[in-house]
């Protein structure tokens, strides 16, 4: 299901995107591949660490728009595995005349788009499955694996219009709630990655996707969450590999 619009932008002098296209996506791995072609863009073939990246050596972060990098200490002494926290609907349902019907609306930060949603929206479909009724809703929602901060799509009826929306999975956990938003700007999605690397360069949750490097300038990852104050995980240059290889034999299959 489509979760909403991408945008893209460029930080380079004088240059813009003409053209972005997806060419595979890994939501595992919370990753999209993008092909960019626009004016004035400057083609770099980096140089990525081959082998595993181990617990101390120092690494820097750029940081698009910003005249200082940033620079922290690799925290994992091998890349991890990080289990999935269990995600839930941040609504309260009831069943109605007129189908499921929104009781109550909860979310755990600001940038939920729970609050799109209003108390007496009739929930029509989940996911792009219809939703007739309660039961059949729970039914849908039992069959699904939801990652907590995971996109969900809706599709609701209020008054006449049909609405679409999306909101992000909540915790069921209260620790993994109350850690959230406590003391830093974290991604929504901060679990159920198979492999990573957490590093403590400070970096925003909206400058994920950036490289890491070393002191040689060889990339060592990715950054995709912000998990922390200070910490922020990042998939190593190995799983980048094995993920640019999928893609790859996929698009020799097409």
């Known amino acids: ?3 909403g619009k991408l945008t893209c932008r460029t930080f380079a002098p004088k240059s813009h995107l003409e053209k972005v296209t997806v060419r595979a996506e890994f939501p595992l791995d919370d990753v999209v ?3 960019v072609s626009g004016a004035d863009l400057e083609s770099v073939v980096p140089e990525i660490h081959p082998h595993e990246v181990h617990r101390g050596p120092l690494v820097i972060v750029p940081v698009p728009g910003q005249a200082a990098n ?23 349902l009831e069943s109605s005349p007129t ?3 929104v009781i109550k609306v909860w979310h755990s930060s600001k940038d939920q788009a729970a609050p799109t949603v209003q108390i007496g929206d009739v929930l029509t479909h989940f996911n792009g499955q219809a939703t007739p009724t309660l039961e059949t809703y729970e039914s849908v929602i039992g069959k699904e694996t939801i990652t907590a901060g995971d996109p969900l799509v809706l599709t609701l009826r209020r008054d006449d219009r049909e609405l679409a929306c999306v909101v992000h999975a909540d915790s069921q956990s209260i620790s993994h709630r109350i850690h959230q938003y406590q003391y830093a700007h974290v991604s ?10 957490s590093h403590d360069a400070i970096i925003s949750r909206t400058n994920c ?10 990339i060592v990852g990715i950054n995709v969450a912000r998990i922390q104050r200070g910490s922020t995980l990042a998939l190593p240059a190995n799983r980048i590999l094995e993920l ?7 698009g020799s299959k097409k």
């Open 33 to 35: 591949f993008l092909q």
């Open 244 to 250: 640019l290889a999928q893609m790859r034999e996929a």
């Open 209 to 218: 996707g950036g490289p890491v490097v070393d002191l040689q300038g060889r």
């Open 188 to 197: 929504l999605r901060r679990t159920g990655f198979p492999s990573v690397l």
């Open 70 to 92: 940033e620079i922290g200490v690799i925290g994992t002494e091998r890349p991890l595995k990080i289990e999935r926290e269990p995600g839930i609907l941040p609504l309260e």
């Open 1 to 3: 299901q489509p979760i």
């Open 99 to 101: 189908g499921v019907r």
